[in-house]
């Protein structure tokens, strides 16, 4: 049992039997991305008039669902991704999961479920990083990914509130998001679709938001494009994701690079990396600032050379530049199509930030309680 940190009391039943070093390590080898998943996975319960309960770590296991399951017919359920990285220095540290932990609960109040307690949030990471810290690549661009989620678990046809919720945590040995590397990507400006509209849930991670992307994206692959950018739902003029990404926008270079992103309005999500590489940007010497760019600024700084860069960023890929732009108006390509210094340089001052290789000034690792050695 343990409660270190939480007032919700955890229990620990661990697998009995292992996944052999041998075979653990060949899945590590090669795990692409949130296909393999580690051995166990904790599971907290909600009921109305009693508060969470019966929080335990087990095997991970299949899940066995009524089909009248309230997630099933009206997708009341959040979400969150995070990761833990091997250390330079030996151990795993989760990053920013304090910060996860704040916006589950923001995402939370939005979809009208209970809140977790922030520290039984790290208290869950705790116990499975302990349990499974095995199972953390050390290859170069891989990493164990965190996905805690909630959903309404009550029985009922009733549009309500679900009375009855889970929460589970699980983990998945990961690789590079995209298969091909950090390469530049080319979008398509989406002006048919919206992610999301003010008042409604682009804030809160949840997954509706992504089942009403997939249409946009399959459009943007018919395009010829590796990913679809969202505009604003009113006019389809202002620029505010990529997918489930966040994009920065970068105005000159070298030390008078200004680096740019859309301002959080309530559409879009306070992505966990984006205020990281905000923090970072002004580390490193750069204007930093958040406001709201059009497609033609967009387009018309690209042209006359202002414009300089364009990256998407997130807790899976981290970094993606932006090459290449195409839109039912006209396509035009990002300086010369590549990866930018400004870019490249951020990815690398987090990438160092968060396995250990440079120190951590903003306090954001948080490290498991694991043996120092693997």
Same mark, same amino acid.
């Given at each position: 049992?343990?409660?270190?940190?939480?007032?919700?009391?955890?229990?620990?039943?661990?697998?009995?039997?292992?996944?052999?070093?041998?075979?653990?390590?060949?899945?590590?080898?090669?795990?692409?991305?949130?296909?393999?998943?580690?051995?166990?996975?904790?599971?907290?319960?909600?009921?109305?008039?009693?508060?969470?309960?019966?929080?335990?770590?087990?095997?991970?296991?299949?899940?066995?669902?009524?089909?009248?399951?309230?997630?099933?017919?009206?997708?009341?359920?959040?979400?969150?991704?995070?990761?833990?990285?091997?250390?330079?220095?030996?151990?795993?540290?989760?990053?920013?999961?304090?910060?996860?932990?704040?916006?589950?609960?923001?995402?939370?109040?939005?979809?009208?479920?209970?809140?977790?307690? #922030?520290?039984?949030?790290?208290?869950?990471?705790?116990?499975?990083? #302990?349990?499974? +810290?095995?199972?953390?690549?050390?290859?170069?661009? +891989?990493?164990?990914?965190?996905?805690?989620?909630?959903?309404?678990?009550?029985?009922?046809?009733?549009? +309500?509130?679900?009375?009855?919720?889970?929460?589970?945590?699980?983990?998945?040995?990961?690789?590079?998001?995209?298969?091909?590397?950090?390469?530049?990507?080319?979008?398509?400006?989406?002006?048919?679709?919206?992610?999301?509209?003010?008042?409604?849930?682009?804030?809160?991670?949840?997954?509706?938001?992504?089942?009403?992307?997939?249409?946009?994206?399959?459009?943007?692959?018919?395009?010829?494009?590796?990913?679809?950018?969202?505009?604003?739902?009113?006019?389809?003029?202002?620029?505010?994701?990529?997918?489930?990404?966040?994009?920065?926008?970068?105005?000159?270079?070298?030390?008078?690079?200004?680096?740019?992103?859309?301002?959080?309005?309530?559409?879009?999500?306070?992505?966990?990396?984006?205020?990281?590489?905000?923090?970072?940007?002004?580390?490193?010497?750069?204007?930093?600032?958040?406001?709201?760019?059009?497609? /033609?600024?967009?387009?018309?700084?690209?042209?006359?050379?202002?414009?300089?860069?364009?990256?998407?960023?997130?807790?899976?890929?981290?970094?993606?530049?932006?090459?290449?732009?195409?839109?039912?108006?006209?396509?035009?390509?990002?300086? /010369?199509?590549?990866?930018?210094?400004?870019?490249?340089?951020?990815?690398?001052?987090?990438?160092?930030?968060?396995?250990?290789?440079?120190?951590?000034?903003?306090?954001?690792?948080?490290?498991?309680?694991?043996?120092?050695?693997?």
């Amino acid at each position: 049992m343990s409660s270190r940190t939480s007032a919700i009391k955890f229990y620990a039943n661990p697998a009995t039997r292992r996944v052999p070093a041998a075979e653990r390590e060949r899945r590590l080898a090669d795990p692409g991305f949130g296909r393999i998943f580690t051995e166990h996975m904790v599971r907290i319960g909600w009921a109305a008039g009693r508060g969470w309960h019966d929080a335990e770590l087990s095997p991970y296991a299949p899940l066995t669902l009524d089909p009248g399951t309230s997630v099933l017919h009206y997708a009341q359920a959040v979400f969150e991704g995070l990761k833990a990285f091997r250390q330079a220095s030996g151990g795993v540290a989760a990053f920013r999961p304090q910060a996860h932990a704040a916006r589950f609960r923001s995402s939370a109040r939005r979809l009208a479920l209970p809140e977790l307690p #922030e520290e039984a949030f790290l208290e869950a990471i705790d116990l499975l990083l #302990e349990t499974d +810290h095995e199972w953390v690549p050390a290859a170069p661009e +891989h990493s164990l990914y965190l996905r805690p989620f909630m959903f309404a678990g009550e029985v009922s046809l009733s549009v +309500h509130p679900s009375e009855e919720v889970t929460f589970l945590l699980i983990a998945s040995p990961s690789g590079s998001y995209f298969p091909r590397g950090v390469k530049p990507v080319t979008v398509w400006l989406s002006e048919d679709f919206s992610r999301a509209a003010p008042g409604g849930t682009g804030a809160a991670k949840t997954g509706g938001n992504y089942a009403g992307g997939l249409l946009a994206q399959a459009q943007a692959a018919e395009k010829g494009c590796d990913q679809v950018v969202w505009l604003d739902s009113r006019e389809h003029r202002w620029v505010e994701e990529m997918g489930g990404m966040n994009l920065c926008f970068v105005f000159g270079e070298g030390r008078q690079a200004r680096l740019m992103t859309p301002a959080l309005t309530g559409t879009l999500l306070p992505g966990i990396t984006r205020d990281s590489l905000l923090t970072l940007g002004r580390d490193l010497g750069y204007a930093v600032e958040e406001g709201r760019i059009s497609v /033609d600024e967009w387009r018309s700084g690209c042209e006359d050379g202002s414009l300089t860069e364009v990256f998407a960023c997130g807790t899976a890929a981290v970094i993606t530049p932006v090459g290449a732009v195409k839109s039912a108006r006209g396509s035009w390509t990002v300086r /010369d199509g590549g990866p930018g210094e400004v870019s490249m340089r951020l990815r690398q001052a987090l990438v160092d930030i968060q396995r250990g290789a440079a120190p951590d000034e903003h306090g954001w690792l948080h490290h498991a309680r694991v043996p120092s050695g693997r």
